[in-house]
């Protein structure tokens, strides 16, 4: 009999929900007061602003408690995370002393700078000074929205395909496949065993056969050939 089938040996999970920060959530229609500065991101200190009570009109900013609820400190009024309803530019964050807080969204902030930067080389060669300066403010503003994030304990938004999505996709198309189409038993191993290899190959390019065998299914390479009569 052939050994069970083994997709991946590393399932992958998403990040466990970091306690400092949060996701834009929608559960919320009534949207909460957040107290804004007259003057944003100067010095990279306004882009930052508190998530505030409604129940106190707006002039006490919500605390995180051990439980992970937030509360106010003045009326005692409670606010669960999933009902913090920010728009898509925003996310929010706790900071060092506890207090609810709101901040550009990195991902938008990195490509507001990306964008000021070629507006800066278009003026460049064009030689428009006032779009020259715009630019380099649009970028320093930018830059200041991301430092804040980063200091709220907002995560760095990642660029690209990481080997976690692609794992996620790979295996999403394996199952895609088997659950549409009735293969026997050695045909799903063997599309198992190529997801395995390209896994594999992924964060270990240069792998052999044998190598990828023995790290998701402890077997030689040889014995998996005996599962279904296989022969090289």
């Known amino acids: 009999m052939p050994a069970p089938s083994a997709r991946t040996g590393k399932r992958v999970f998403g990040p466990a929900p970091s306690a400092r920060t949060g996701p834009k959530s929608t559960r919320c229609a009534a949207r909460l007061p957040v107290a804004r500065p007259g003057s944003k991101h100067a010095k990279g200190e306004h882009s930052v602003n508190p998530i505030c009570c409604p129940q106190c009109g707006g002039l006490s900013a919500y605390c995180i408690r051990h439980d992970g609820l937030f ?3 003045e009326c005692r009024h409670l606010l669960d995370r999933r009902d913090i309803d920010l728009d898509g530019t925003e996310v929010w964050g706790v900071t060092d002393d506890g207090t609810l807080y709101t901040t550009t969204d990195p ?7 990306m964008e000021a930067v070629e507006d800066l080389l278009t003026a460049d060669n064009t030689g428009a000074d006032y779009a020259r300066l715009d630019s380099m403010r ?5 830059l200041a929205a ?4 980063r200091r709220l304990g907002i995560k760095r938004p990642e660029f690209g395909y990481t080997e976690e999505t692609v794992k996620t996709a790979v295996n999403a198309g394996a199952d895609m496949v088997l659950d549409a189409i009735g293969f026997t038993s050695a045909e799903e191993d063997a599309i198992n065993l190529v997801v395995n290899a390209a896994i594999t190959s992924l964060t270990n390019p240069g792998v052999s056969f044998a190598e990828m065998v023995e790290e998701n299914f402890g077997e030689d390479a040889e014995e998996v050939r005996t599962w279904w009569g296989w022969s090289k």
């Open 146 to 149: 991301y430092i804040d994030a």
């Open 71 to 73: 509360q106010c400190p």
């Open 107 to 113: 991902a938008r902030s990195l490509n507001c700078l």
């Open 138 to 142: 649009n970028a320093t503003e930018s």
